[in-house]
């Protein structure tokens, strides 16, 4: 009897202990939700939305890039929508899906709409690579990169726009890699490069030629509790509490490995330029090679908005960029016979706002980036 008993008591306390351990679990599942509405609600209603640093649409929507845009907020909700829905695609890892819109299209395969006029079915086919500043991050369609360096070349000219965020050199090359498998074979390749690659290199992961964070996302062995901890450091409990810890010994741990890493980074895009020049020979294309400009190198006096991205910014974030910058303006510069141009610098004389974080411009940067891609394309000067 007491046997029978002991039993009884024993499965009545599983069952109550399982009890617990789900409340707790649904408990910490609804304060998740909760803590990520409200910090969502305060950015929302911040007094200075520029200094928001999840809900990165009401920051950008501040910049005074878009002070004569009246659209601006149905705007950047489309660009937003435009970004959910990235897939897995083998070797270069993710592209997003189809969106159709207003001011921001891309097609099935996930490519960015160039627009264009009466293309000549003998035009040159021109395909340029790069990460979010190319595909269009803070622009319409029609002032895109791409689109302004179409609208500068004309009917004669075919641009296609690979640009995908996030992506560095090692990811664009093997895109390329793809379209020549398929037999779809450019006159011309244009790379636009130097922000992924300097960030996933010199400071997060702070491994050069690394997709970024895709190596610690990919970090999976079921059952362990770095399983565990990692689901943690997902969690808006460890963005409240912990996170502005885990960023100082984040920046703690890079910083030592700045100047190595910067100078790896450059290593690495030379190797880069090396292995797309073999492509060209055999595949009897012409490539370009542009990098490209950074808020935290800019050498003029910034204007508020801007100096308040720098304020926001981590001070090894910004140590690291500076570094690679500097690494890559050494190596690079004065080699535009080698189809090799380095124009971080081409915003340093300019007045106007152009930044809309410290790595997007708007389209009135974007216009002058086309026309340097033009006049090194065409040998030709637009007056």
Same mark, same amino acid.
């Given at each position: 009897?007491?046997?029978?008993?002991?039993?009884?008591?024993? =499965?009545?306390?599983?069952?109550?202990?399982?009890?617990?351990?789900?409340?707790?679990?649904?408990?910490?599942?609804?304060?998740?939700?909760?803590?990520?509405?409200?910090?969502?609600?305060?950015?929302?209603?911040?007094?200075?939305?520029?200094?928001?640093?999840?809900?990165? $649409?009401?920051?950008?929507?501040?910049?005074?890039?878009?002070?004569?845009?009246?659209?601006?907020?149905?705007?950047?909700?489309?660009?937003?929508?435009?970004?959910?829905?990235?897939?897995?695609?083998?070797?270069?890892?993710?592209?997003?899906?189809? +969106?159709?819109?207003?001011?921001?299209?891309?097609?099935?395969?996930?490519?960015?709409?160039?627009?264009?006029?009466?293309?000549?079915?003998?035009?040159?086919?021109?395909?340029?690579?790069?990460?979010?500043?190319?595909?269009?991050?803070?622009?319409?369609?029609?002032?895109?990169?791409?689109?302004?360096?179409?609208?500068?070349?004309?009917?004669?000219?075919?641009?296609?726009?690979?640009?995908?965020?996030?992506?560095?050199?090692?990811?664009?090359?093997?895109?390329?890699?793809?379209?020549?498998?398929?037999?779809?074979?450019?006159?011309?390749?244009?790379?636009?490069?130097?922000?992924?690659?300097?960030?996933?290199? $010199?400071?997060?992961?702070?491994?050069?030629?690394?997709?970024?964070?895709?190596?610690?996302?990919?970090?999976?062995?079921?059952?362990?509790?770095?399983?565990?901890?990692?689901? =943690?450091?997902?969690?808006?409990?460890?963005?409240?509490?912990?996170?502005?810890?885990?960023?100082?010994?984040?920046?703690?741990?890079?910083?030592?490995?700045?100047?190595?890493?910067?100078?790896?980074?450059?290593?690495?895009?030379?190797?880069?330029?090396?292995?797309?020049?073999?492509?060209?020979?055999?595949?009897?294309?012409?490539?370009?090679? +542009?990098?490209?400009?950074?808020?935290?190198?800019?050498?003029?006096?910034?204007?508020?908005?801007?100096?308040?991205?720098?304020?926001?910014?981590?001070?090894?974030?910004?140590?690291?960029?500076?570094?690679?910058?500097?690494?890559?303006?050494?190596?690079?510069?004065?080699?535009?016979?080698?189809?090799?141009?380095?124009?971080?610098?081409?915003?340093?004389?300019?007045?106007?706002?152009?930044?809309?974080?410290?790595?997007?411009?708007?389209?009135?940067?974007?216009?002058?980036?086309?026309?340097?891609? =033009?006049?090194?394309?065409?040998?030709?000067?637009?007056?």
């Amino acid at each position: 009897m007491r046997l029978i008993i002991l039993i009884q008591w024993f =499965f009545s306390l599983l069952r109550y202990l399982w009890q617990f351990i789900g409340i707790t679990l649904l408990l910490l599942v609804i304060g998740h939700y909760i803590l990520g509405g409200i910090g969502q609600l305060r950015e929302l209603f911040a007094e200075d939305p520029a200094k928001s640093v999840q809900n990165k $649409a009401v920051s950008y929507v501040q910049s005074p890039v878009y002070d004569e845009f009246a659209d601006r907020d149905k705007f950047w909700r489309e660009q937003r929508k435009a970004k959910r829905g990235a897939g897995f695609q083998p070797y270069y890892h993710w592209r997003r899906g189809a +969106f159709s819109g207003e001011f921001t299209n891309t097609s099935p395969e996930g490519i960015r709409l160039t627009v264009k006029n009466n293309i000549s079915p003998d035009a040159k086919k021109i395909f340029m690579f790069g990460g979010s500043t190319l595909w269009g991050t803070g622009s319409p369609d029609r002032y895109t990169i791409p689109s302004e360096l179409q609208a500068l070349l004309g009917p004669g000219y075919d641009v296609h726009n690979f640009g995908e965020t996030g992506y560095v050199s090692t990811q664009e090359l093997n895109y390329l890699l793809h379209r020549l498998a398929l037999g779809d074979i450019p006159d011309t390749v244009i790379f636009y490069d130097g922000i992924n690659d300097g960030y996933a290199g $010199a400071y997060s992961p702070s491994i050069p030629r690394d997709p970024q964070k895709l190596r610690e996302e990919r970090k999976i062995d079921s059952g362990t509790l770095a399983d565990l901890f990692s689901l =943690f450091t997902k969690s808006n409990y460890y963005r409240l509490f912990f996170e502005q810890d885990g960023r100082r010994n984040w920046d703690l741990l890079v910083e030592k490995k700045i100047v190595p890493n910067s100078v790896l980074v450059i290593d690495m895009y030379e190797a880069h330029i090396k292995q797309i020049r073999a492509l060209s020979k055999e595949y009897g294309f012409r490539a370009l090679f +542009f990098w490209q400009p950074n808020l935290f190198s800019l050498n003029r006096t910034m204007n508020d908005f801007e100096r308040t991205i720098l304020g926001n910014a981590s001070p090894v974030l910004v140590k690291s960029q500076k570094a690679v910058y500097e690494a890559a303006k050494a190596r690079l510069s004065g080699r535009e016979d080698e189809n090799i141009f380095f124009i971080g610098d081409i915003f340093d004389d300019e007045e106007e706002p152009i930044y809309i974080d410290w790595m997007h411009i708007g389209p009135n940067g974007n216009a002058i980036i086309a026309q340097r891609m =033009f006049e090194s394309l065409t040998g030709s000067t637009i007056q």
